[in-house]
């Protein structure tokens, strides 16, 4: 990051001209926390080479940065070796300085502000950069050593303050490990990612919230800390989305499955510092119906979707198949379906494989009189098919003429089938409702003419050789003969059947249409 990047960290306040108390490297009582990890190292590892990294720090929060750190390697003609220092980025950032005008190494407890060495720039223009450590040979061929930061010094306290536009003096320090080496031209810069610096007690808290994991985006049911710094607080409270308050710095939430917000508040006597913190948490939901295999179906494949882009996997026994095609399945028994989304959250769902095989049961009775067979079903919504006459039946009964076996098969709607026979022995001599309605001509062009010498009425239909339902609406009276117009039907094989006024088949007469 150069010195244009956008700071890390954003203090909120403004502080008033005050006088400051003595601050001590590596303390932080009374002072406001910072972090920034700036971690460079380069390394020129052949002639010619040339590397160089850059970092920069706003320490005060007010949207400037105020330093540059920068780490650099080289192999060239003048210059093997390496270097890392510090460049001010406005005359308002100063550092604690020794006599040779070096940047000054403190250890933990040296008194920041006794010192009257300090580093000055004239202007913007004239940015004052000094170096941690330098170590090269020279275009002479002799070894250029200079900087504080050599063994056993190589990580210590640098001191700094900081003029604001108030006219106030800040004061802090930030800790800093530095090296250069010359026969292996390298060097590393590395600010330990912790600071602080002085906070005006005449103004409201000074906050910053942090929460772990850091992410763009959350999944339902993952625990997230909630962790507050504050300087200058008087009181302080989390308030979370559910209606629940807590008075920790740091606090042990689980999230559920939307997006929510956090708010963390200190206060004082001087105000009230709000920090509102929004966790968008993804939305991702699943959906994964289960299926039924059947007869009719004996084969199912598994369907599911999300609300928002994710992978899509099946785990079948112990094979696991992911987008874009989903397995076939032929066997009953759960199924694990899971999604995961772009942010790596993840949901699982438990599809049910169910198996319905269950065959009809039917039976067959047989009314004599009327030369009647009859067939009986106590599964709901069956079929029934009597293939034994020349002419397939799709009926629950059949008017028969002559002495024989007759079978029906019975299909369930999942498709499942039985069957059931009958032999029958004709012993009566009246003649069978079949033959006491005749039709004629067969085959036939435009009309059927149709002899009813049963007493009652007949409705009839006529069915195609697939079923289908042709005609409806035909009628003749008892003991009567009526025409029967068929020559809008196409050519081909079709069922003829009479019924009587509550909706019985009495007869059943195939003929064919040319």
């Given at each position: ?8 960290v954003?203090l ?9 108390a ?36 706003d320490?005060?929060?007010d ?19 390496g ?9 308002g ?6 006599s ?5 190494p ?13 580093s000055v720039?004239?202007h ?10 330098a ?6 061929g002799?070894m ?23 006219q106030?003096?800040l ?13 292996f031209p ?12 002085e ?15 850091q992410k ?71 959906t994964a ?9 004996p ?19 112990s094979?696991?198949?992911c ?7 032929n066997?009953?028994?759960p ?58 039946i799709?009926?629950?009964s059949?008017?028969?003429?002559q ?11 999942n498709g ?13 001599t ?16 435009d009309f ?20 289908h339902?042709?005609m ?9 003969v009526?025409r ?31």
């Open positions: 990051m150069d010195k244009y990047a956008l700071p890390l954003c909120c306040f403004t502080f008033l001209p005050k006088t400051s003595q601050i001590a490297a590596g303390s932080t009582y009374h002072l406001v926390g910072g972090e920034k990890n700036v971690q460079l190292a380069v390394f020129a590892p052949n002639a010619g080479s040339y590397d160089l990294k850059r970092d920069s720090i320490f005060d929060g949207g400037k940065h105020d330093a540059l750190f920068i780490a650099e390697a080289a192999w060239v003609p003048d210059y093997v070796g270097s890392a220092s510090i460049e001010a980025l406005h005359p950032f100063e550092l604690m300085m020794d040779s005008d070096f940047v000054r403190l250890m933990a407890g040296d008194s920041i502000n006794a010192t009257p060495k300090w720039s004239s913007p223009g004239n940015m004052y950069t000094s170096a941690f450590i170590h090269f040979w020279g275009f002479s002799q250029q050593q200079y900087g504080n930061w050599t063994p056993p010094t190589s990580t210590a306290f640098v001191g700094f303050r900081i003029v604001t536009a108030q106030d003096t004061y802090g320090w930030f800790r800093v490990t530095a090296s250069a080496n010359a026969n390298s060097a590393s810069l590395s600010v330990n990612g912790l600071w602080a610096i906070h005006d007690p005449s103004q409201k808290p000074w906050v910053k919230t942090f929460k772990t994991p763009d985006v959350y999944c339902p049911g993952h625990y997230v800390i909630f962790e507050a710094n504050t300087a200058g607080a008087e009181q302080i409270a989390w308030h979370f989305w559910d209606g629940m308050s807590d008075t920790a710095a740091t606090v042990i939430k689980v999230l559920p499955d939307s997006t929510v917000t956090a708010i963390f508040e200190a206060t004082n006597q001087n105000g009230t510092t709000t920090v509102t913190q929004n966790l968008e948490v993804s939305p991702l939901k699943l119906p289960d299926i039924v295999l059947d007869c009719a179906h084969n199912g494949t598994l369907t599911a979707e999300t609300n928002i882009l994710a992978e899509i996997c099946w785990v079948v026994v094979d696991t198949s987008n874009p095609i989903p397995p076939t399945i066997f009953p028994g199924i694990t379906v899971f999604a995961e989304d772009n942010y790596g959250c993840i949901v699982t769902e438990q599809v049910e494989v169910l198996l319905d095989a269950n065959t009809p049961i039917v039976f067959i009775e047989y009314d004599e009189p009327n030369h009647l067979l009859i067939a009986y079903s106590n599964t709901p919504n069956v079929t029934f098919s009597w293939v034994s006459p020349h002419w397939p799709l009926n629950d059949v008017f028969i003429s002495s024989g076996t007759y079978t029906v098969v019975v299909t369930a709607p499942c089938t039985s069957s059931a026979s009958i032999t029958v022995v004709i012993t009566s009246d003649e069978p409702p079949l033959e006491r309605v005749r039709v004629q001509p067969n085959p036939a062009s059927l003419q149709i002899e009813n010498r049963l007493f009652s009425d007949l409705s009839l239909k006529i069915f195609d050789a697939a079923g339902l042709k409806a609406n035909g009628t003749v009276l008892g003991d009567s009526a029967l117009d068929i020559e809008f039907l196409p050519a081909g094989l079709y069922l003829l059947i009479g019924c009587d006024i509550g909706g019985k088949p009495l007869f059943f007469k195939k003929f064919l249409k040319q």
